[in-house]
């Protein structure tokens, strides 16, 4: 999905880190930025890694970065790095996600979720 950002939001970085490990269960190491472009804070349920395996997101595998707990992205936009380890070998995009529910239906509600970033293509070995 191409990103379009929500309610303000726009990744302006997201990228992987040199350390990252393509492999079964490897640390893939992310970073990214999120930028806020209103003047308040954005409040947010969830923001994370949504990894897509042939073509078909995989939710059981995305990565909580960030949220869940009454968490705002400030004007000044939000900067974090962390790690997502993938169980199967396969071809694989990852896109920063963010969700505006509590953390609990963003898990469990297909739709949920707002693109924000440009899809990163690996290969997990």
Not at 18 to 30: H, K, P
Not at 60 to 65: A, E, L, N, P
Not at 82 to 91: F, K, S, V, Y
Request: glycine fraction near 10%; proline fraction near 8%; charged fraction near 15%.
């Amino acid at each position: 999905a191409a990103p379009q950002g929500a309610n303000g939001l726009i990744a302006s970085h997201f990228a992987l880190q040199d350390r990252a490990n393509l492999t079964v269960n490897g640390e893939i190491w992310f970073e990214f930025h999120v930028a806020n472009l209103t003047s308040s804070d954005v409040p947010f349920g969830a923001l994370g890694v949504m990894p897509k395996k042939d073509g078909t997101d995989r939710p059981q595998w995305y990565q909580h970065s960030y949220g869940g707990n009454n968490d705002v992205i400030p004007p000044g936009g939000l900067s974090w790095d962390d790690h997502i380890q993938l169980p199967e070998a396969g071809n694989y995009t990852l896109r920063l996600v963010v969700c505006f529910q509590e953390l609990g239906a963003c898990r469990n509600t297909p739709g949920a979720w707002q693109t924000l970033s440009p899809e990163i293509p690996i290969t997990v070995r």
